[in-house]
């Protein structure tokens, strides 16, 4: 996230003397931040595919410019299933999208009821 606002030799550095907190920091800025394109596009795939995800959480870890992502979601559709399984399902919803990333982390789990 710092990276839109510092060379990577800087966020290096931050991050070797700082740790967390430049991470914490860059949380921090990016709730701050409005929603790029493909956090949008891919949580309304995410819903569509999971109408009853009780939460759902997509975030664009790479800066905002679309390579890698980070999904939390939860829904009752993952009841019963093992975390592989859940995160199958997942990347099937994505499929298209996933072929123009470099990477992505699933977080799923099942609503506590």
């Known amino acids: 996230m710092l990276a839109r606002f510092c060379s990577s030799r800087t966020v290096s550095t931050l991050h070797a003397l700082c740790g967390n907190q430049v991470s914490l920091y860059g949380q921090l800025q990016r709730c701050l931040s409005t929603q790029t394109d493909g956090e949008v596009r891919i949580a309304n795939i995410l819903r569509e595919k999971f109408p009853s995800a009780s939460s759902l959480k997509v975030t664009d870890i790479s800066g905002g410019c679309g390579a890698m992502y980070e999904i939390h979601i939860e829904s009752s559709e993952f009841q019963g299933k093992k975390t592989v399984q859940q995160h199958q399902l997942v990347n099937q919803a994505l499929k ?8 992505l982390r699933i977080f799923t789990g099942v609503p506590d009821q």
């Open 96 to 103: 298209e999208e996933i072929q123009g990333m470099h990477g």
